[in-house]
């Protein structure tokens, strides 16, 4: 072959393979980019157009409160600020940390020694509403915690239930993370709780993580993280039915924008409304706090987002048993209260 020719040819070649590569990438950009736009698409979808009138409070919100509440740290002029705050919202539920649970399941007494106190001032500052006791730790294996598998870790915590309820709790609500999908043991123990809880006729509460937005991401993203964010639809329902409240902690999504964020919320409450029993109060939660990190950026995920996200999700003439919850009392800031009232109570 002539050496021009072999110039060309060689050109060619290497032109050849330069345009597999770039359509190689163009490909591989294309498979990532596509879903996500899509998602996004779908997401701002869900946030558009307007709520029902009477997707209003149902009396039935709550709001968790710190530690401080029971332990002495706050005072009676804190307390007198917290009841105003609640005055002329829906707020029916305090669920007020105990805690934390020993590694073992146990409850140290000694982490409460004003609850007595709480619980008299509380009930005259604030009649009818309820007032549980906010139980937590994390869990085993993704964390050094409980292992909800074993039962005399389950017999310990079922114990600790009944310390907080003899101490004058009104409930006992469940904040243990991250629980896996599909867990046995979380289930035995809502399983045993739930029967002391209703014998002594007072409700058993959890805050349940998030449901996969689609048919099992949660399966892979726990294959490619070992962390477990979403549970399946029928696993949220298995939990659901063994309570009598779930408040989902819609929250901490990485959503980058307010309207994605709003969106996601409405996502999650469409799919906690199929999913959650009718005799199961429903409640979702609001981000009532301030935090700037891939997890949670704090100008996308505001409590008016997550308000307005819900009232879309609700429809006319839908569930009453459903409610909001602020997450959380030290942390809320004055346009928290107001986004709250001003989207949900009025």
Same mark, same amino acid.
């Given at each position: 072959?002539?050496?021009?020719?072999?110039?060309?040819? %060689?050109?060619?070649?290497?032109?050849?393979?330069?345009?597999?590569?770039?359509?190689?990438?163009?490909?591989?950009?294309?498979?990532?980019?596509?879903?996500?736009?899509?998602?996004?698409?779908?997401?701002?979808?869900?946030?558009?157009?307007?709520?029902?009138?009477?997707?209003?409070?149902?009396?039935?919100?709550?709001?968790?409160?710190?530690?401080?509440?029971?332990?002495?740290?706050?005072?009676?002029?804190?307390?007198?600020?917290?009841?105003?705050?609640?005055?002329?919202?829906?707020?029916?539920?305090?669920?007020?940390?105990?805690?934390?649970?020993? *590694?073992?399941?146990?409850?140290?007494?000694?982490?409460?020694?004003?609850?007595?106190?709480?619980?008299?001032?509380?009930?005259?500052?604030?009649?009818?509403?309820?007032?549980?006791?906010?139980?937590?730790?994390?869990?085993?294996?993704?964390?050094?915690?409980? *292992?909800?598998?074993?039962?005399?870790?389950?017999?310990?915590?079922?114990?600790? =239930?009944?310390?907080?309820?003899?101490?004058?709790?009104?409930?006992?609500?469940?904040?243990?993370?991250?629980?896996?999908?599909?867990?046995?043991?979380?289930?035995?123990?809502?399983?045993?709780?739930?029967?002391?809880?209703?014998?002594?006729?007072?409700?058993? %509460?959890?805050?349940?993580?998030?449901?996969?937005?689609?048919?099992?991401?949660?399966?892979?993203?726990? =294959?490619?993280?070992? *962390?477990?964010?979403?549970?399946?639809?029928?696993?949220? =329902?298995?939990?659901?039915?063994?309570?009598?409240?779930?408040?989902?902690? %819609?929250?901490?999504? %990485?959503?980058?924008?307010?309207?994605?964020?709003?969106?996601?919320?409405?996502?999650?409450?469409?799919? =906690?409304?199929?999913?959650? $029993?009718?005799?199961?109060?429903?409640?979702?939660?609001?981000?009532?706090?301030?935090?700037?990190?891939?997890?949670?950026?704090?100008?996308?995920?505001?409590?008016?987002?997550?308000?307005?996200?819900?009232?879309?999700?609700?429809?006319?003439?839908?569930?009453?048993?459903?409610?909001?919850?602020?997450?959380?009392?030290?942390?809320?800031? $004055?346009?928290?209260?107001?986004?709250?009232?001003?989207?949900?109570?009025?």
């Amino acid at each position: 072959m002539p050496a021009r020719a072999r110039r060309r040819w %060689s050109r060619r070649t290497r032109w050849t393979r330069r345009r597999r590569v770039v359509t190689a990438c163009l490909v591989v950009l294309a498979m990532l980019v596509v879903p996500v736009v899509g998602a996004g698409l779908a997401l701002r979808w869900y946030y558009s157009g307007d709520p029902a009138v009477d997707a209003r409070t149902r009396g039935r919100d709550a709001i968790w409160l710190g530690h401080a509440w029971v332990d002495g740290r706050r005072t009676d002029a804190d307390l007198t600020m917290l009841a105003s705050r609640v005055r002329g919202t829906g707020i029916h539920d305090l669920y007020v940390h105990t805690g934390p649970l020993e *590694h073992d399941g146990s409850l140290d007494p000694k982490l409460a020694p004003g609850v007595a106190g709480f619980l008299e001032r509380a009930r005259a500052a604030m009649p009818g509403v309820r007032i549980q006791s906010w139980l937590g730790d994390v869990v085993a294996p993704e964390k050094v915690g409980l *292992h909800l598998d074993r039962p005399d870790v389950r017999e310990r915590i079922t114990a600790s =239930a009944k310390q907080v309820l003899d101490l004058g709790f009104d409930g006992v609500h469940f904040d243990l993370e991250p629980v896996h999908n599909d867990s046995p043991g979380f289930l035995a123990l809502l399983d045993q709780v739930h029967a002391l809880t209703a014998a002594r006729g007072v409700p058993l %509460s959890i805050a349940a993580p998030q449901i996969e937005p689609v048919p099992m991401i949660g399966r892979v993203t726990f =294959a490619l993280t070992d *962390h477990g964010k979403w549970w399946s639809p029928g696993y949220f =329902a298995q939990a659901a039915r063994r309570v009598d409240q779930v408040a989902v902690m %819609s929250y901490d999504t %990485s959503m980058p924008v307010e309207s994605l964020y709003g969106g996601y919320v409405a996502r999650q409450t469409e799919l =906690a409304l199929a999913n959650t $029993p009718p005799g199961t109060d429903l409640l979702m939660g609001l981000p009532a706090y301030w935090d700037d990190t891939p997890a949670h950026r704090g100008d996308a995920e505001t409590v008016r987002a997550a308000v307005r996200g819900a009232r879309l999700a609700l429809g006319p003439g839908s569930r009453q048993n459903f409610g909001l919850a602020l997450y959380v009392d030290f942390a809320a800031t $004055p346009d928290h209260w107001a986004a709250y009232r001003d989207g949900w109570c009025l």
